[in-house]
């Protein structure tokens, strides 16, 4: 499988997946650590690749959906952006509808 078949996967078989540098307890960025901590306010359960364990996921992630920057976040397939959308919708109420809406209906247990 290429890498852009493994991040196409990735972010297809989870419903809030974030790119970003470093892990959510150990973030690597200051950008990666706002939308972790974000997301992890929001009591969202998701998944996360570190880019910068990962060179080829990083070098070939700005072309998968055409955004240039990390993190990027995805929810339901998605790019919902990098920090400052993400942000934006956290600030707004938004994001925390989204993390919600994904969440894993009861009927899924």
Known sequence: MDVMEQ???AVES???I??????????QCGFSSRVAQALQACGAEFAYV???ANPEVRANLPRY???????????NGELVGGCDITLELFESGELQKM????APHPSEG
């Open 18 to 27: 974030l790119f970003m540098k470093g892990s959510p307890e150990l973030p």
């Open 14 to 16: 989870n419903r809030i």
């Open 99 to 102: 993390v919600q809406e994904a």
């Open 65 to 75: 959906a055409n955004w240039p920057t990390f993190p990027q976040l995805y929810i």
């Open 50 to 52: 570190d880019v910068l």
């Open 7 to 9: 991040i196409k996967e």
